[in-house]
């Protein structure tokens, strides 16, 4: 079975600051993995996403995830936060014969000035 | 602009009341999913359906029923038998293949009462 886990509920983080959001993954296969981030109220939107190649892969409004096949990771991050980030991330998890995506709880970031 | 058009945003219902929520994709995507989100459980997935006429169910399908009559389309009912259907439902697309990540609509908010 496939599980994702975001083990940090809630972080805060200061303006400029950078930030890390972690994310692990239980996949039988080969996995691929997506990183969407949520305003409140809204459907989610795609940051980024990492099927094959380079483990480190960029996405839109600064931020980067780094697969570690070794730990069963794709944590996210941004060097400098801006208060737009503000928001739910989720990471998920699937295969390339599988069309069912699995979500982690998600990881609510606040940004404080 | 093509996307996912979820209505109604809100949605408020007496209880043992059959409840519909409309989706309509407009991107030719051949998937198509409902997930459910309660605060601090990610998303879960209800049903999905990879091609027209044809659905499966997810990982708490029990109390909804779908249907999948045309391509953009995919309504979801939340039936008497869903024993907490108060939650946020969010309808999403993706082209099969599964190198083309999930693009997700604006949600209903469904409050039973």
């Known amino acids: 079975a496939q599980s994702v886990t975001q083990p940090d509920i809630h972080i805060t983080v200061s303006e400029g600051a950078s930030l890390e959001l972690r994310c692990n993954y239980s996949y039988g296969a080969t996995p691929y993995l997506f990183w969407y981030v949520q305003s409140p109220g809204q459907g989610l939107q795609l940051l980024l996403k990492?099927?094959?190649?380079?483990?480190l892969v960029q996405g839109i409004k600064g931020f980067e995830a780094e697969f570690k096949r070794s730990q069963s990771s794709f944590n996210l991050r941004k060097p400098s936060v801006h208060w737009s980030d503000a928001a739910e991330y989720f990471c998920a998890v699937g295969g390339s014969n599988d069309y069912k995506l699995s979500f982690g709880a998600g990881t609510t970031v606040t940004v404080r000035a | 602009d093509g996307g996912i058009t979820q209505s109604p945003k809100y949605l408020f219902r007496k209880e043992g009341q059959n409840v519909t929520l409309s989706c309509e994709q407009n991107?030719?995507?051949?998937?198509m999913y409902w997930y459910r989100q309660d605060p601090g459980q990610g998303l879960r997935l209800i049903y999905y359906?990879?091609?027209?006429?044809?659905?499966q169910k997810g990982d708490i399908a029990e109390g909804y029923s779908v249907s999948r009559e045309k391509k953009e389309s995919f309504p979801l009912t939340v039936t008497s038998a869903q024993k907490n259907p108060t939650a946020f439902y969010l309808c999403?697309?993706?082209?099969?293949?599964?190198?083309?990540?999930?693009?997700f609509g604006n949600g209903t908010r469904l409050t039973v009462t």
């Open positions: 999403a697309s993706t082209h099969t293949g599964f190198n083309s990540p999930l693009h």
């Open positions: 990492y099927f094959s190649g380079d483990t």
């Open positions: 359906s990879q091609i027209v006429n044809d659905f």
């Open positions: 991107l030719n995507h051949d998937a």
